[in-house]
């Protein structure tokens, strides 16, 4: 136990120092050295379609040396490629326009700046961690998607840096490409740049709200919806209760009745309703172990999202480049006693045997899916040669994660969980032979319950998965977490709400197979979300390629299966709580 609590400090010690480490502290002494970083070059409209900033022709400055930058976890799987650019920079020194490098447009260089354009490309670069962006070139009248690509094309050979400063912080940034040059073969292109500092009023602190867009995350639309979403949790809360309490009334009421009947009067009489089902409602579903490993990587899953929301908004973690990636790691390892407990719990509950097979699966189970579509998306970026590709030392740290902190905790969590809240507690005794399951209307099979239970969640969400995706698939910086962690509580109880009436439709028509229908019933919101995704990509962005499209609906996938885990285990917990409350308050003979 000693050395479990101690893997589990040192988990929690690296996620503080990966969330607020940098490559220095951002103070400079007059005419110090000022690092510019060359980070990624690629399509406009592919945003994760990125390659080394010098894949293509460009030259570097002359100057060489400088100190060695390290990335983070998050940085290596969203593929920050941080190249020095070699010009020299001196903090609070200004540089005139001056020429550092030169390229000869050979046939092949000039191929590749054609093509670059002609698919507006475009690079980003850092300054003290501040992110800039500008175009490789432009047509004929200026960078517009509908000018015909055999217009004259001209690149953009000079870089004038505006560098502003608070004392002795450097806090904004921004960049002006210009001097368009036709592009020919054989001509020389001439690079050059400037720097201008001067005195701004920006508060360090205040420095990163100019990325932020308060217009677009903060549009009357998103208030309405977390307001409509909200008024609709408290109508479904209040529907919900209004209408199972006084079903359930009714359904006691004429379950006492039917009681104070003797046997040939209760034989005679027309009995139905999920009173019928107490001796298999508690029966053990099929395969135990990947349900119980659903529910507890659902659990994990939850506690994560929770935790990381947090984690961002006390600490504005969107700042850094991975820094949330790397923050949902290190969480995910760290919450990894949550799967544990709640699934090793709930299959000692019930009753069943292969605990460590149980445990193993529902370690591996969320990160061998993840891996699976992770391994797709690298051999398409591999053959790319893309950035986004995965380095294999980086797959060898994320494995070293599971085995060694995510796999110990996720067992450590199923000893507690089994010794603490593992013993069986039925409020109905189970038959040895199931009852026959009686015909009913199409509309009460599981499957259609479980398909219709996910509109409502999804409706609730689909407007911030419009805001989630703009942020992700374009160029926005997603900082309003408070708004999403609202979202997630209001998804969180309209799915729970849902769930608890689909259940009670199948128990009440003499269905008693609602473990995986409750699951199934929260987790269907997966499949709206997706089918969402394809709606996003077609009618609201203009990607294109295998890559990119790789890319997108492989992640999507992974982003729709992950919420429909989270969503299906929510459902079930309250299932669970509902079922065994109405088995115990019932009279049974």
């Known amino acids: 136990m000693r050395a479990q609590a101690f893997v589990l400090l ?7 120092l990966l969330a607020s480490a940098d490559e220095h502290d951002h103070k400079y002494e007059a005419r110090e ?13 592919n945003r994760q379609e990125t390659y080394s900033f010098y894949t293509l022709p460009f030259c570097q400055g002359p100057k060489k040396a400088i100190s060695h930058h390290h990335e983070s976890l998050g940085e290596n799987l969203q593929g920050v490629n941080l190249e020095f650019s070699g010009l020299d920079i001196k903090f ?78 450097i806090v904004d940034v921004n960049v002006t490409a210009g001097n368009r040059v036709k592009l020919r073969e054989g001509i020389t292109l001439h690079f050059t740049y400037e720097v201008q500092f001067k005195q701004s009023t920006t508060s360090f602190e205040d420095r990163y709200d100019k990325y932020l867009d308060p217009h677009f995350f903060q549009h009357r639309i998103h208030w309405f919806s977390i307001f409509n979403s909200f008024m609709m949790v ?30 040939v009067e209760r034989d005679l009489g027309d009995e139905y309703g999920w009173k019928q089902v107490h001796g298999d409602v508690f029966r053990v579903p099929s395969h135990p172990i990947l349900f119980t490993a659903l529910i507890g990587t659902g659990y994990q899953l939850s506690a994560v999202a929770v935790g990381v929301m947090v984690f961002v908004m006390l600490g504005d973690l969107y700042t850094g480049r991975g820094s949330v990636l790397t923050t949902a790691i290190f ?47 690298n ?43 593992g013993t069986p507690n039925k409020p109905c005794r189970v038959h040895p032979v199931p009852k026959p399951i009686p015909e009913k209307k199409w509309f009460m099979e599981a499957w259609v319950i479980s398909t219709l239970g996910g509109l409502l969640p999804f409706g609730s969400i689909f407007i911030e998965m419009y805001f989630i995706f703009t942020s992700f698939w374009a160029y926005k910086v997603y900082y309003v977490y408070g708004f999403m962690l ?23 028509s003499e269905d008693y197979r609602w473990y995986w229908t409750s699951f199934f019933c929260g987790a269907s919101v997966s499949v709206y979300v997706y089918l969402y995704s394809f ?55």
């Open 379 to 421: 051999f398409v970026a591999v053959y790319y040669s893309a950035t986004r590709a995965i380095p294999f030392t980086t797959m060898l740290v994320v494995v070293a994660i599971w085995m060694f902190v995510v796999l110990p905790l996720t067992l450590v969590g199923a000893v507690l969980g089994r010794n603490i809240s």
């Open 33 to 45: 050295e000022v690092v510019l970083w060359m980070n990624t070059v690629g399509p406009y409209h």
């Open 92 to 169: 609070g020194v200004s540089t005139p326009m001056t020429q550092y490098c030169s390229v000869d447009l050979t046939p092949k260089k000039f191929e590749a700046f054609s093509y670059a354009i002609k698919n507006h490309y475009w690079y980003q670069m850092y300054l003290d961690d501040l992110p800039m962006w500008a175009l490789v070139g432009d047509f004929g009248n200026g960078h517009n998607d509908q000018e015909m690509a055999s217009d004259d094309m001209y690149i953009l050979t000079s870089k004038k840096f505006d560098i502003g400063i608070n004392n002795d912080r």
């Open 234 to 263: 408290i109508f479904l809360v209040g529907l919900v209760t209004m209408i199972l309490m006084r079903t359930l009334r009714k359904d006691y009421a004429r379950y006492r009745k039917e009681d104070e009947l003797d046997d």
């Open 10 to 16: 040192c988990a929690v010690g690296c996620l503080a």
């Open 331 to 377: 969480v995910y390892a760290a919450f990894s006693p949550v799967n544990g407990w709640a699934g090793g719990s709930l299959y000692s509950r019930m009753e069943g045997k292969e605990w460590i097979k149980q445990t193993v699966v529902s370690a591996a189970l969320l990160p061998a899916v993840t891996s699976a579509t992770v391994f797709l998306v």
């Open 486 to 508: 609202l979202v997630f509580c209001i998804l969180a109880a309209v799915t729970v709400c849902v769930t608890i009436v689909c259940t009670y439709f199948l128990l009440n």
């Open 535 to 589: 709606y996003y990509f077609f009618a609201k962005t203009k990607m294109s390629g295998m890559f990119q499209t790789t890319f997108y609906f492989g992640y999507m996938a992974l982003f729709a299966g992950g919420l429909g885990v989270m969503c299906g285990a929510l459902g079930f917990s309250g299932s669970r709580l509902f079922v065994e409350k109405i088995y115990r308050n019932l009279k049974l003979d």
